[in-house]
């Protein structure tokens, strides 16, 4: 971990000496510079656009853009080594004290990031812990060693006061005031949920790790990630033969679809096959009706869905719910892709796994190319 630091601290002093030694700036400029955020040129941000690793003068420093305006800044961090004595910062600016040994969060995807930098058991409260699948923590929170804090709706203040984490990561939402909260606890945005590429959400893994000092760990989990994330995708754009693929389900009127420019169609297009609505510029989910649905993908060679199921899902009780996806070609194909999501840690574990997910769905739409590949998460229904 020493070298690591001592990394950043030559990057660092290359930039300073640019700056003093740049004849043409003068002192106020150098001044300026010297209490602004400066990016890590090292180890930049490859994917991810919704945080940045950089330094405050030779603290490591991390700061979350607003999704919705990426000219503004949400929060500013900086990480401050075990004993090392508080520095003058600038006001924007929040100082994280290392080590922290307690943490809370509204976020289930922040359970996978945790685990994979050995950092799980830190987390003492989260919302809706029920529902969450990690055997650790479940068997934690059936304990009473992890406290449920509530829905992101509706976060119990009282039981955050109790816990007094040392920081509490919130998933970002649009109009989101952390109004009382801030007063309780360390708050740090989360937006990986966001991001538009699988990747881009993996690499909030290094967004965590800063928090904790276990950036070298990170950094070399998701390079392995990257690694067979891409090494995948490679194989897959040799291939002519694409597919074409449409997902959700008709659910109360209507229709809800990935959106064009979300992280889903960006799986689909890396996995070999064309999305009906790739055109679309939507990065959220969009609702249809049941007609508009049919007549641009009726004849689509696959369907990809999800579901919360406590039964067996089939292609029967698949049908049940409506006979008209029997009039879709992916239906009578038997062509249908699903996860099931009551069973399975898609959404907790799949952010951190997206080489896994992609593999999958490479499994299903060219079957040929991973022969011996047993899925994990998605499989053709039966």
């Keep these: 971990m020493k070298n690591y630091f001592f990394n950043y601290s030559i990057a660092f002093a290359l930039f300073f000496c640019i700056v003093v030694c740049n004849p043409a700036c003068n002192e106020k400029k150098m001044e300026k510079s010297l209490v602004s955020f400066v990016s890590d040129s090292l180890h930049p941000v490859k994917y991810a656009q919704y945080f940045r690793l950089g330094f405050y003068k030779q603290y490591r420093s991390v700061q979350i853009v607003n999704p919705w305006d990426t000219s503004q800044v949400k929060a500013s961090f900086v990480i401050l080594p075990e004993n090392e004595k508080e520095p003058e910062i600038s006001s924007e600016f929040t100082i994280i004290k290392l080590p922290i040994r307690k943490i809370a969060t509204t976020s289930g995807t922040l359970v996978s990031f945790l685990e994979k930098i050995g950092m799980l058991s830190s987390l003492k409260g989260i919302s809706d812990a029920s529902f969450i699948l990690n055997p650790f923590i479940s068997s934690e929170y059936k304990k009473g060693n992890i406290e449920n804090i509530g829905s992101m709706e509706s976060i119990n203040h009282e039981k955050l006061l109790f816990l007094n984490p040392d920081i509490t990561f919130i998933s970002l939402f649009r109009d989101f005031d952390p109004g009382k909260l801030s007063e309780i606890t360390q708050v740090a945005y989360l937006a990986d949920y966001i991001e538009k590429t699988p990747l881009g959400r993996a690499e909030w893994l290094r967004f965590i790790a800063v928090f904790y000092g276990k950036e070298k760990e990170a950094d070399s989990i998701f390079s392995e990630i990257e690694s067979s994330y891409l090494k995948l995708k490679a194989s897959v754009n040799q ?144």
């Design 239 to 382: 291939l002519q033969n694409r597919p074409t693929v449409f997902d959700g389900m008709f659910f109360q009127g209507s229709w809800y679809l990935s959106g064009g420019d979300s992280y889903m169609a960006r799986y689909y297009k890396d996995a070999g096959v064309d999305y009906i609505w790739g055109t679309d510029s939507s990065t959220a989910s969009f609702p249809l009706g049941f007609e508009e649905i049919y007549l641009s993908a009726s004849k689509a060679d696959f369907w990809r869905i999800t579901v919360n199921s406590d039964q067996t899902y089939s292609m029967e009780r698949f049908l049940a719910e409506d006979e008209r996806y029997a009039l879709f070609k992916a239906f009578t194909h038997k062509n249908i892709v699903y996860c099931d999501t009551k069973n399975l840690p898609y959404f907790e574990r799949g952010i951190i796994e997206p080489h896994i997910i992609l593999a999958d769905l490479v499994k299903a739409f060219h079957p040929e190319l991973l022969k011996d590949y047993k899925p994990v998460y998605y499989h053709i229904l039966k």
